[in-house]
């Protein structure tokens, strides 16, 4: 796991994909500062645009890295997701970059960047980014608990959901969105997966896409050693103007039955509010508490 930061730490911000605007990344920037942390917005990526893009990928690239390298930056957000992540991690020096392993924090398009991280032992965080805060008041407080998370703290999360099993269950936390995750996936090391908790999250896309990804990624075997599936926000999923016939719980419950483990619902995580940061690859227990009533999940 990365060095926890310390107040005066440098925090670059850098858009790895879609462009942001300079106004977006500074509420960012305020929030880090308010919690005695020293922002940098990368002046190549913040403010600027190529196409869909911030900048060109090697632009972006040479950010990412320059960053993930510089020894007076201690951990990387990232403005916003889109698409571009996953055009950058063949040019990542991953050498060096685990030689000296720093904090990333973001969700959506991160997917790519955060579970391939984690696939080379850098824990990583999936949640809110600048661009959160400046899409209204709807949640102050997960993007808050992104810089707690990079202070140190460990928040614990109690939720009422639905789920199959007793009993608690401890993995490793890996996951995010995913349209992302059912592309990269082939990618990760063949047991990327075994006696992990899968987080999955998406939006905007039709029923029977996500039935396509989710047992196309069961369907590969890659699933088999998996402890459990815990499911975040799956917002602004349509249907076809021909009904496609199962509802999204329905059709999670039975693309993941041949696995025979829990899938919990209920975990508010993706693109709604509010966005509850965890720590990708690090050790979590995912249990049901009888006295509460209530799921809650934890860092070991």
Not at 180 to 186: A, I, R
Request: aromatic share 10%; with cysteine.
């Amino acid at each position: 796991m990365p060095p926890f930061l310390v107040q005066g730490d440098k925090v670059a911000i850098l858009a790895t994909a879609r462009a942001v605007l300079a106004h977006e990344a500074e509420k960012g920037a305020d929030l880090l500062r308010k919690n005695g942390l020293l922002p940098l917005s990368d002046p190549h990526t913040i403010g600027t645009q190529w196409g869909a893009f911030s900048a060109p990928d090697q632009v972006r690239l040479h950010a990412l890295n320059d960053y993930l390298l510089r020894p007076d930056i201690k951990a990387l957000w990232l403005a916003r997701g889109g698409y571009g992540n996953l055009r950058l991690l063949s040019g990542l020096h991953w050498d060096r970059v685990l030689q000296y392993p720093k904090w990333i924090a973001g969700f959506s398009d991160a997917t790519f960047l955060l579970n391939a991280l984690v696939d080379n032992g850098v824990c990583t965080i999936h949640g809110p980014m600048p661009i959160s805060l400046a899409q209204g008041p709807l949640d102050m407080d997960s993007p808050q608990l992104v810089v707690d998370m990079l202070l140190g703290q460990k928040p614990t999360y109690h939720w009422r959901g639905e789920g199959q099993g007793e009993g608690a269950i401890r993995g490793k936390l890996v996951g995010g969105n995913l349209a992302c995750l059912s592309h990269l996936y082939p990618g990760l090391s063949p047991h990327y997966f075994d006696q992990a908790i899968l987080l999955l999250e998406e939006v905007d896309e039709y029923l029977y896409q996500v039935d396509r990804m989710v047992r196309g990624m069961v369907y590969s075997g890659r699933l088999d050693g998996l402890a459990a599936v815990l499911v975040g926000d799956f917002t602004k999923i349509k249907d076809n103007e021909l009904p496609f016939g199962e509802s999204l719980g329905e059709i999670l419950a039975k693309a993941f039955e041949p696995l025979g483990i829990p899938v919990v619902t209920g975990f508010s995580a993706g693109h709604a509010y509010p966005n509850w940061p965890v720590v990708l690859g690090a050790e979590y227990t995912l249990g049901f508490s009888q006295e509460s009533g209530q799921y809650y999940l934890s860092m070991s």
